[in-house]
Each structure stands twice: as C-alpha cells, then as structure tokens.
C-alpha cells in the first residue's frame, strides 16, 4: 500500500511512518516540519530562507507586530511545485484540517487537488479543530486546554490560533475536508471523546511510539534527581507551564542539593529528546485527560512524567499500576507530588518501569501501523 501523511506537529506520523515501514508498505510525508522543531519529512514545504539571518529576524519582528507569517509566501510557492508529484496514493491521512498551513483559498485547493489526484483520505483528531475546539469551549469536559482561556478571557490574544478554528472561513475548510475523508480517527482521549457521537469517527487508535528508537533511560541511584520541563512558549498557557514554573520555585528552595532542574524553551526536537535522556522526572502539560506525543515518547525512556492520566485514561486501558503522575493545574498539588516522587526513589523506579512497559504494550508503533492500516482498508 503507499500511503501519503500531511502534515506533522508531533512526530506522530514519522513514527507511524516507521512502522508502515517495517510492514512492508511505502509511506510518505509531506510537511513544513513544525518550524522549530525541525521534524523530517520526505516532501518538504520548509521556509528555509526565513530560518537563516537576516530573515529570520525580519520574520519575527513581523510577525511580533502585525500578526503576519512572512514564510506562508514560500511554503505555498513549495507546496504549489510539490502538488503534481503527490498522486497515486492508495492513502492520504491529514494531520488535521488545516495540515500545510497556507492561506485559506490556497489551502483549499491544495487539498481538493490531493483527494482528486488520489484515492481514499482520513483526518486525525489530534489537535485543535472545530470539532474539538467546540467541545472544549462548551464545558463538555472537566478542563481541557482551552481551559486558560474559559477561567481568563484576557488571555484571548495568546489563543488566535486555537480560536480561528472557529471562524466561518475554518468552518467552512473543516466541512469542506469531512465531507471529502472517508472517517476520523482520534488519537486520544482528548480527542476521542469530543468526537465520540460524530458519524465519521472511526475509533481511537493511540498514538505509535517507537520503542525500538527510543532506549530505556532511567538515571540510576546516587545521584541528583533531574527535572526536566521544555517549554514550547507558544503553547504556555495551554500546557500549564505557569503552574509547573511555580511548583519548582518550592522545589528549588527545599532540595537545592538534591535535583537538577533543566528548563528550555523552544528548543528542536533532537536537542530536546537529548537533554530528557538525563532526566528522571518529565513536566509535561496540567490540562489533559491523556498523554500527548512528547509525554509518550519520556514514559518509554522510563521517565516519570506529569501529564494526563484522568480516571478515564485508566479505565480506558485498565490499569492498577502507575505509569505517570496525574498533573493538576494547581501548584500546590504539584509541588506536593514532586515533593513525594523525590523522597521515594523506590516509588519513582517502579512508575519509570510501569510507563515503559505500558507504552510497549498499548503504543507500540509496529502494532498502532497495524491498527491503521486495518482502518484504511475497512473504509
């Protein structure tokens, strides 16, 4: 089968990738790589110019100030010389309904061209869309990441992104692509349950983890205890960093001879996985019912990571163990959970091999290819 992914903000289709690989099958991608974390793809619509000085300056400022991407110009003169090579797909799988990110009519016509030109399409739910975004603003869920923005609509300048999913020109894209995909498939809980009634859903396939790529790397005993939080600082506010910032304050102050604290900001993704590779314990996201793609990627390093693990999360997969901490947005909470993780390194070392056991099992990438390629055939 040659299946053709677009898009890529996690690393979610590299890895699917890999293990439609490993089944004998031919996939490809098409992306910009998610600016700066640099992800790989086979078909490149990269703005490399607005990467090198000084243009990339240029397009900082720009953007600082009017809210403009002076790089959507190159990406789409790249993906209009791409478009005529990407055909012959048996499969076409979208990152969500907007996977290239170019202006909206360009965009529209770049996706009519790929479902013309080949044969079947899906859509993931694995970020924000109307479907999802809706969900969240309606209160359909305890607290999702739009939850920032419900408790503080000061905050409404930092979630363009999130909020024009829900202006008419996206509506119309989002029905423009649902009526063209055969189904959609999520890719967790968080997205699974706002699209639980919908008509297209084809069912939650997790997220594909490889664990062949990705050692187990828990730091052994003796040393000082290392945290690690990466903060992506367009995402701040929707992954709670505020909360983690200030529970490590505490931490700081209590066990200054005890961890090692390592905090980044927008760092690439192989420098990034280089520097969690130290860690033993990962600060993820407080706003999540389920592990997002960089949580799942630390847990099977063995990393004892704060992220979603909700009552549902654990119903879901019928767990008794621990494999992550439940991350609360409430600092206090979270000073108090890392405060017990560091005086019980016995407790820390047997989450760190629950979580790597536990993506084997349920996140494992040869297996997740499996699943999909069930789903592409059965629609």
Not at 143 to 150: C, G, N, Q
Not at 268 to 286: E, F, G, T, W
Not at 308 to 318: N, Q, S, T
Not at 331 to 359: C, G, H, T
Request: net charge positive.
């Amino acid at each position: 089968m040659k299946i053709l992914l677009a898009g890529e903000y996690s690393r979610l289709h590299n890895t699917l990738k890999e293990g439609l690989e490993k089944l004998g099958h031919q996939a490809r991608i098409v992306s910009a790589g998610d600016d700066f974390k640099a992800y790989p793809s086979d078909f490149s619509i990269r703005p490399l110019k607005y990467e090198r000085f000084p243009w990339r300056t240029l397009r900082k400022a720009v953007h600082k100030f009017t809210g403009r991407d002076m790089a959507v110009k190159d990406k789409t003169r790249r993906l209009e010389r791409l478009i005529p090579e990407l055909k012959g797909y048996d499969v076409v799988q979208l990152i969500n309904t907007y996977p290239f990110e170019t202006p909206l009519p360009r965009e529209k016509e770049f996706l009519r061209r790929l479902f013309d030109q080949n044969d079947k399409a899906f859509l993931l739910a694995c970020g924000d869309d109307l479907v999802t975004n809706t969900c969240y603003l309606e209160g359909a869920m305890r607290y999702s990441v739009l939850t920032p923005l419900m408790e503080n609509p000061f905050l409404k300048d930092k979630f363009q992104y999130s909020l024009k999913y829900l202006t008419p020109p996206f509506r119309d894209l989002h029905h423009f692509v649902m009526d063209r995909v055969r189904a959609v498939i999520p890719t967790d809980l968080d997205y699974a349950i706002p699209y639980r009634d919908h008509p297209k859903n084809a069912g939650m396939i997790p997220n594909p983890v490889n664990v062949d790529r990705l050692r187990y790397e828990f730091p052994p005993p003796g040393g000082k205890i290392v945290i690690f939080h990466g903060i992506n600082t367009g995402n701040y506010d929707k992954k709670g960093n505020f909360y983690f910032e200030n529970a490590l304050k505490f931490i700081r102050r209590k066990f200054k001879d005890k961890v090692e604290i390592i905090e980044t900001r927008d760092l690439p993704y192989d420098r990034y996985m280089s520097l969690i590779r130290k860690a033993h314990i990962v600060l993820d996201q407080v706003y999540s019912y389920d592990q997002g793609y960089n949580a799942l990627e630390s847990m099977a390093m063995g990393k004892v990571v704060f992220t979603g693990a909700e009552k549902e999360f654990y119903d879901h997969y019928g767990l008794q163990e621990e494999v992550c901490i439940n991350a609360l947005p409430d600092i206090m909470y979270l000073k108090e959970q890392l405060e017990a993780l560091i005086e019980d390194p016995v407790r820390m070392q047997r989450i760190s091999e629950n979580a790597r056991r536990f993506v084997e099992r349920e996140h494992h990438y040869i297996d997740i290819a499996r699943r999909y390629l069930d789903t592409w055939i059965r629609y």
